[in-house]
């Protein structure tokens, strides 16, 4: 708390909203990390943009604010060892956005920005390591090899910032796997109790099991009809026609062959006559 007495409340407001912001929507390539002792001591992750000797590098820069920001410019400070001329060997940082050209309307993403970009394009005329600036003034790919060789010795940790950022994109595919391993298991599950009860099964009876109950009743029916009216047992079997059923057409035809026979008898009788 000693850190942020001298600053004044709206200062502090104004970072505390910036960052909100940052965590929100963070630039490409840069991840702020905050300082919950200090909320003026900021910190983020930058990683080496493509095309330079730092690319596949992760950078980690701290920004300090003073009681007399925003007319003031923060200091900034490499943590991670880079060789870069703009950069001292203690890992401080020169460029002119955070000296003569400083505006107080400048945020904390301006500042992050202006240093990813002075990796992409480093300034050796106002060098704070002579080495880097000299050798970059020379050979351009002396200063790339040796560049590329920091970069695979000190910014080689990839912090879970990025990581995380990054997980967020295969979570719809891990989510989608488990319902597809859920549904799958319950679809076992089922399978599995229909396996495990064969005699429920065997006590549902099928189709043909129920017209094996029917058939006899209609048989024990038609065996009555051919008793009573003592008609063959194969019209009982033979199928009814729609008007008729098959044990009563027997006997309506025996009836009518007496009745012929009598009608035969009658005329005769009355020929004789």
């Given amino acids: 708390m000693s850190a942020t007495e001298n600053i004044s409340p709206s200062v502090i407001k104004r970072i505390t909203k910036e960052l909100d912001a940052l965590r929100t929507h963070p630039p490409e390539g840069i991840r702020v990390v905050m300082n919950e002792l200090n909320i003026c001591d900021v910190q983020a992750w930058i990683s080496g943009p493509e095309g330079t000797p730092y690319e596949g590098g992760f950078f980690k820069v701290k920004v300090v604010f003073g009681a007399d920001f925003p007319t003031v410019p923060p200091k900034c400070n490499f943590i991670t060892k880079i060789f870069h001329p703009n950069v001292s060997k203690t890992g401080e940082v020169c460029v002119d956005t955070l000296k003569r050209d400083w505006n107080k309307d400048y945020g904390i993403e301006h500042i992050l920005l202006t240093i990813k970009c002075l990796l992409i394009v480093p300034n050796p005329e106002s060098a704070l390591n002579d080495d880097a600036g000299k050798l970059l003034l020379d050979s351009y790919e002396d200063y790339a090899k040796r560049a590329q060789m920091m970069t695979s ?100 035809r025996a009836g009518d062959k007496k009745l012929d026979k009598k009608q035969v008898d009658k005329k005769r009788s009355l020929k004789r006559l």
Avoid at 168 to 179: A, D, E, F, Q
Avoid at 187 to 195: E, F, G, L, P, R
Avoid at 223 to 245: D, I, L, M, Q, R
């Fill in 153 to 252: 010795i000190h910014a080689q940790y990839k912090p879970t910032v990025f990581s995380a950022n990054n997980n967020i994109s295969i979570t719809p595919t891990s989510t989608s796997s488990t319902p597809s391993v859920s549904t799958s298991s319950t679809s076992q599950k089922i399978i599995t109790s229909q396996v495990k009860s064969p005699a429920s099964i065997n006590t549902i009876t099928p189709a043909s099991a129920y017209t094996s109950l029917v058939t006899p009743l209609a048989v024990s029916k038609s065996k009555n009809e051919t008793e009573s009216f003592s008609g063959p047992k194969k019209n009982s079997v033979s199928a009814p026609s729609e008007n008729s059923s098959p044990s009563v057409t027997p006997k309506k």
